[in-house]
């Protein structure tokens, strides 16, 4: 959530030189991803944004991304789709990093999702896993099962217990193993979005006019996904479950991909695992955010409680949807 | 440089509906100003810069800066207009924060400026100056000979010289004491920019299309703006002097407001007081801003020996200026 690149405008527009998108009108570093360094670049041909991918990103995975994006954006999936250069190239070099032009999207984020966003989102996740079939790399998801465990696994976090809640080692130790022990082995798979958060639809006028942010995205189970988005969306402010969210959601993915039994059956596991995941990654950054940094920490506790919720649900009915 | 007060949709789009703007299209946080949380907002009308004031700015001034803004967009000084509400009202609240909405301008910074764009600075400069001799409000410089003593005063700057460069506090007093026994009484005044430095100055296609940052606008000598500019647009990045700027600096200036013989006399010592601006309040900040901060500290040495160099010349024709 901040540049930490900074470009000139003689680097950018010899950049922008290389490309067919007119002449440079004003560029504006913004706050958006915490990964990377986002320009708002206008031209007199158009708007774009130029991400200057920062030592997080592992630049060999750049080429799934960037496909991703292509082929999803030319499936009629409103994502950006990134721009090329005279030569053809997408991915190439600004400041010292990759850097990568992408089409602007107008639309905003929507912080208290309400029965028909998660709608809108439901039918455009099964829309990107069915635009991702015929998508020919692939990504393992390295925040599965053993990515987790990798986190447990380092001796730095072995404080979370005093800094966030005691005994919260034993709880995700516990539920780890639990996980390990009966995750799903064959369900539908393909390309998955994997952090599909409010954050990252945008809506204009009520309806989805884009999805962003694909650095997540890999090979996993598609009911993965939805466990993710159930948990992203479908929770109030004071982490009251909202089933009328739930049951739009479930119900508009089903309508453009229809989940089969095992699917369903294993929703709420794929949702302890979705908590998990996240829960893993938020006790990670705590720990080694600085309390004064600006870059905001996410709260861990919420998705423990999250987790709490999911361990009580025997059935996909309980979120509220029948098929 | 960083977004410190977040807007919700919810919020934003409740506020923008006071103005009649039109629809929220789309709104990022973006990186311009480190003093203050600014948004790059889009609506179905225009493009419009959002800025809410954090705690730096003082709230008593902001009907100068913001009435100075107005009155100088109003007379043909391209820099960014202030947005009324339906009431008429300029001066908001958003987020807790005083907020007001500005006109977005096109253009952007030049990293390494050439004859050209002083001379554009130079007639943009002298422009504020005639068309703010009509301005009602006014306000004292706070950092003027009085704000740089009381920056030195400060017990915890006693550590600049081992955190910065030893013998510089001595230097600081002996040249303050210099500035304080010489400085002009009465040289022509009025509203002056102070700030001027190439980050606020937007070209487009090579000629100046706009101004912005008037917060630390204030009434002051008018030479003493030109000094500033001098300083911060006619060295080279190696601190060399570039004679061919700051001629058409100065010529520009003085073709659309002529420089009487007292501020033409005064000049350099005018740009050794501009120096010891930036000298005190950089060396404010460097001890005041950790190594780690996100936000990147100026390097007060830079104007250190800026100061040097001022503190050689003998007339304004050392600067390449004749009259």
């Given at each position: 959530?901040?540049v930490?690149?900074?470009i000139?405008d003689?680097?950018l527009?010899?950049?922008?030189a ?5 002449e ?16 708002l670049?206008?031209?007199s041909k158009?708007?774009?944004i130029?991400t200057l991918?920062e030592k997080?990103?592992?630049e ?10 292509e082929?999803l ?5 409103s994502?950006p789709?990134?721009?090329h250069d ?9 400041g010292g ?5 992408v ?5 905003f984020?929507?912080?208290k999702?309400?029965?028909h ?5 439901g039918a455009?996740?099964?829309g990107i ?9 692939s990504?393992?998801?390295t925040l ?13 976090l ?9 005994g919260?080692f034993a ?22 979005h994997?952090d599909l ?12 006019s884009?999805?962003i942010?694909?650095y997540f995205a890999?090979?996993d ?12 969306w ?5 982490l009251?479950?909202n089933m009328?969210n739930a ?14 039994k095992?699917e369903?059956a294993?929703?709420?596991l794929?949702?302890r695992g ?21 870059v905001s920490r996410?709260?861990?506790?919420e998705y423990?409680r ?5 361990q009580q649900?025997?059935s ?8």
């Amino acid at each position: 959530m901040a540049v930490y690149t900074k470009i000139d405008d003689d680097a950018l527009r010899a950049f922008l030189a290389q490309y067919d998108v007119g002449e440079l009108l004003s560029y504006k570093g913004i706050a958006e991803g915490v990964q990377n360094t986002n320009y708002l670049v206008r031209t007199s041909k158009n708007q774009f944004i130029l991400t200057l991918y920062e030592k997080l990103v592992d630049e060999k995975d750049l080429p799934f991304f960037l496909g991703l994006m292509e082929h999803l954006a030319t499936h009629d999936i409103s994502c950006p789709l990134p721009v090329h250069d005279k030569k053809g190239n997408v991915l190439k070099v600004l400041g010292g990093r990759p850097a990568v032009m992408v089409t602007f999207l107008d639309g905003f984020s929507i912080s208290k999702p309400k029965r028909h966003h998660c709608a809108d989102l439901g039918a455009a996740l099964a829309g990107i896993h069915l635009a991702g079939q015929d998508f020919k790399i692939s990504r393992a998801n390295t925040l599965g099962l053993e990515g987790w465990q990798e986190i447990l696994d380092r001796p730095e976090l072995r404080i979370m217990d005093k800094e966030i809640k005691p005994g919260l080692f034993a709880i995700i130790e516990t539920e780890l193993a639990f996980l390990r022990e009966n995750w799903p082995q064959d369900l539908p798979s393909g390309v998955v979005h994997a952090d599909l958060f409010p954050d990252n639809v945008f809506f204009l006028g009520d309806h989805l006019s884009g999805l962003i942010d694909f650095y997540f995205a890999c090979n996993d189970f598609f009911a993965y996904d939805l466990a993710i988005c159930l948990n992203a969306w479908c929770f109030e402010n004071d982490l009251s479950f909202n089933m009328t969210n739930a049951r739009a959601l479930l119900s508009a993915y089903e309508k453009t991909r229809p989940l089969n039994k095992d699917e369903l059956a294993a929703l709420p596991l794929l949702a302890r695992g979705a908590a998990m995941r996240f829960l893993m990654t938020r006790v990670n950054d705590w720990i080694s955010t600085p309390e004064d940094a600006l870059v905001s920490r996410h709260d861990p506790i919420e998705y423990l409680r999250k987790l709490r919720f999911h361990q009580q649900i025997k059935s996909v009915n309980e979120y509220g949807f029948e098929k």
